[in-house]
């Protein structure tokens, strides 16, 4: 097979789906919160429709409006996805974890545990950790962005090395000789930086991938260098049009090749939140019975999208002809261009909303084939490796890999099936074991 094909994933989050609100979608258990079945179906789900990975992400504090909206993060995603890794047997996952409120020994040691549990399926989502609410939990003040990113470089450094300090061919095993490990092929790497250093050698054999990938969110300056370096998965931050996106892949693209690296090898993804049903107004309908009490406060957003003022009262009434005459998308939000044009079709701004204008991600409307559409052009346009579904109700993602799934499929733009077991194997990417010789 040589044509380059598309690669999901999928996101793995409180037992819900993504939208605050979508605890109360009529298909979720309100208590659901934290049951694993939940997340061993959506995991299950994800590999039915051949996914390359679940991602995690991961806040470790208490944010937003948690009175009316469901948390995003509850269990640390490491204990979910031990749990996972068991019930699943190709599927990657990509786990959060912090580079500024850990122990190197403690991320080496966890993330190739579940390495080796999962059988050469997982990643580590590295992440500096700013939000002064989760540093408030480690008893700290925000550390300066240089430092922190200071320390991730230490951080990545030394958990690689001790990832590696087992020696690929230690476990000898002999029973007529006696000899279990040949222990000049398990070390100690002594290793130290400005802010962290451990002497290993960590007690865990490769995995069938050797390592866990290393993945990175966010992006800026410093977060490309961490990413060119060491990066084998970007996630891209929220971009709504396939210029910018294709430009922010580039960036990624170039900070690897500057760190000495092939392009190639890192792969990057970014967000869609489909909204689906038979036809627009279908899918349009699903999507306002979970919004609907969000209307309050996203009318007037909306209307600062608009360059209008609008509130609540009027969320069900189409906009005036003297209204659309006066709109004017907001220059500071790229998401406004998308909600005029949408306002211009005669929508209401209830609907309007719910069309996921100011979603996390670019949101495509109606049935599969408008989702297949909206992938493939994205892809075909070069924007991404891969396409990370951020599924609003978990019960989109079931949609997804049984309407759409087979669409692209048929269309030659995606496997049908895994060519291998690991995590490296589903992306493409080559196999590491300890540092990268080539990033110094
Ligand atoms: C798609 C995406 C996912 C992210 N996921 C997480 C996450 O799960 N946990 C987290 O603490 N930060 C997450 N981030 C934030 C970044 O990793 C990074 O911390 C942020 O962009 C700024 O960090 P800095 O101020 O230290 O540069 C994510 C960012 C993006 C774009």
Redesign the pocket.
Known sequence: MSQKMMLLSATLSSGYGVQGQAWRAPENDTRNLTDVEVQVKLAQTAERGKFAFL??????GARGDMENQAPA?TLDPIVTLSVLAHETTRVGFIA?G?TTYNEPYNLARQFKALDVLSRGRMGW?A?????PI?VANYGEQVRP?AE??ERAHEMITIVQALWGSWGEDAWVGDVDTGQFLDMDQIQPINLGGKHIASRGPLVIPPSEQGQPVVA?????E??LGLAGRYASVA????TYDFATTRQEREMYRSAAHQAGRDADELKYFT?FMPIMGSTVEEAIRRRMQMDEHLAPQRVPMLGQMLGLSLDASRADQPLSGPQLESARANPADPRSSRALEIAYQGWTPREILAHGVIDYAPSPVGPPEAIADYLQDAFEAGIADGF?LQQATYAIADDFVDEVVPILQKRGLYHRDYQGSTLREHLGVPRQYGQDPRVS
Not at 127 to 131: E, K, L, N
């Open positions: 991602f995690a992400p991961d806040f470790p993060s959060t912090s989502n992440v500096t950790t700013s939000d989760a962005r922190r990113y990175s969110a966010g992006g800026g410093y977060g996630v891209g931050s929220s967000g990370w």
